[in-house]
């Protein structure tokens, strides 16, 4: 599935796949954020390569998409304040990047590193 | 001074102090984010952590430092704010696990080994840390505060330590961060830091927090008003020359952001080896520091426009000119001769920029007619191509809808001026005058001021040289000749017209002669002769 932009003389298609990366990358870089989780949170953090599990991207009507995001955060950081730093950060970057509006952005802390 | 130790009760104060020195200078820091979003309010974001930090660390009811600097991490942990706000709880956090448990009071060692615990906690809670930032700062401050609890376990000394060393890493911050070198600001985050450790050592030595803002390489940001017209009172104009010709966009860039930051109506022109400046500010040295940072200064005119507006306000003789009424539009042509000048007038041009003996009009020149020309619409024709950067910067200060002609030559501009037609809206105007310009070519004779050697020519001081349309064609010995050759060039079976411009310094017989000789040459075509009056060139051709 995709995210649908017009354009003049068609269409401009963004998969899904894309966006999950680009909130990934984004989300990663944000303090307090340890890694990105599937589900059960653990034994994703012991193979860092891809960028874009724990993201789930839905395409919605009107160039808008939703975002879900799983992360591990590091223990003793406020988790309140680096889930909003997260949002902002995804919301920012896909917008500008990719011209799609952000409609939601979901972030769930599945696991924590003490 | 020296202060051997820190107790509780001082590390109380110590957040106390630097968090209302951080308030102060908020809106400084913010002011270096280059990231609208997220943390586009890196100065907010730790102010807000650290006052929420203090607030907790007063309220603890212990003095010692142990539980003194766990409210502190507490309290940072509750009121983190933003990217910044939690990489400042998480230093306090590995700070106050570094204390954790120490009986008695803080010495420089323990200082030294809290920084430490404070940089190893932040480290690890990022995944990809990264360089340039506050993180590159605080691992720096550790160091040094390593070392120099070594040499002296002084409190004092170790804080110094770390406040000059910091200060060190800011600065190259920008090296290790292209966007922030790319802006021209050092990293905000460190620059935050920073500014809180300033307040700790401010507490220990009993100072009061300082009412103006700390600097940051320069930029100051809102001035008192002293007049409630004039918000930045000091004109500040100068050049920047580099001999080494280096002076790229990114300087230029770099240049305007900072004097930004000084006022307002500013202006940065040019490039290579020449930079023309110009700004409204309240802190005109400031404004020069900027500019001796890129070259080397000329030209230099600041003036105090608060005492210029009290004095025309003052003298009640100063006769005003009866308003003109706005006309639908409104031509500015810039000149270089009082023949010019004069035929521009006789075109209908409103207001003449003379630019002088280097035909130079400063941004300000243009901008003032601008504003003088009694209408909205209006049509700026700059004459050289020098000055069509100036004209079109002018054009963007102002509110008015200007367009400017990109006219590279005086004879382009006496042809833009005459393709004006009041009927006509102001886009037909502006199309009809750019097609108008593209058909006119431009000679100009005069003389070399140093031995070159271009297109081919090789060129004596003291030549008289040919320009067709700026480029160097004909050199000789002697005007008549030169411009002969020049229009031998020119001319070609379409050209009905050449227009001969005589300078100042000519007399009018060898213009006369001139003419004679064209026609002569040129039988078909109509030749004239009009006085120019422009300084440097001894003819001025228009061919067309």
Known sequence: MA???????????????????????NATECFGVLGLAASDGWSDLLKKDSVDKGVRVQAMEDAKVRIEISLVVQYGVSIKAVAETVINNIRYHVENMTGLTVADINVIIRGIRV | M?????????????LGVASAYLEKN????????????????TGVNMSLTLATASREARACASDSIGDVANAMSMGSLKGARGNSGVILSQIFRGFARGVDGASGEMDGVLLAKAVRGGVE???????????????????????????ASARNNDVMYVIDAMIEMGEETLKKTPEMLPVLKEAGVVDAGGMGLLVIIRGFKMALMGEPVP?????????????????????FGYCTEFFVKQPKGNLGEAQVEQ??????????CVLVVGGGDLLKVHVHTNDPGKALQHGLSLGYLSAIKI??????????????????????PPKPFAMISVSAGEGFSTVFADLGVDRVVTGGQSMNPSIEDILTAIEEAPSENIFVFPNNKNIIMAAQQAAEASEKNVAVIATRSLPQGISGALAFNPEMSFEENVAAMNSAILDVDCGQITFAVRNSSMNGLTVEEGDIIGLFNGDMVVKGQETQEVSLQLLEQMMNEDREVISIFYGEGVQEEDANALCEALEERFPDCEVQVYFGGQPVYYYIFSVE
Do not use: C
């Not at chain 2, 020296?2 to 110590?14: A, C, E, F, R």
């Not at chain 2, 908020?26 to 309010?41: S, T, Y």
């Not at chain 2, 009412?211 to 008192?224: F, Y």
């Not at chain 2, 240049?255 to 307002?264: H, I, Q, S, V």
């Open chain 2, 303 to 324: 003036d105090n426009m608060r005492e210029q507006n009290a004095n025309l306000s003052e003298t009640p003789s100063w006769e005003e000119e009866p308003a003109e």
């Open chain 2, 26 to 41: 908020k809106k400084a820091i913010d002011a270096l984010n280059v990231f609208p979003v997220p943390d586009g309010d």
């Open chain 2, 2 to 14: 020296s202060v051997n130790t820190i107790g509780g009760h001082q590390l109380k104060d110590m």
């Open chain 2, 121 to 147: 906690a932040a480290y690890k809670a990022v995944m990809k840390p990264k360089e340039g930032t506050v993180l590159t700062v605080v691992r720096s401050m550790a160091e040094a505060a390593e070392a």
């Open chain 2, 255 to 264: 240049l305007r952001k900072a004097l930004e930051k000084l006022g307002d």
């Open chain 1, 3 to 25: 995210a649908r932009l017009p354009s003049q003389l068609g269409t401009i298609d963004i998969s899904e796949g894309v966006i999950a990366k680009i909130a990934g990358v």
């Open chain 2, 211 to 231: 009412e103006e803002e700390v600097q940051i390489t320069g930029p100051s940001l809102v001035a008192e008003e002293l007049n409630t017209d004039i918000e």
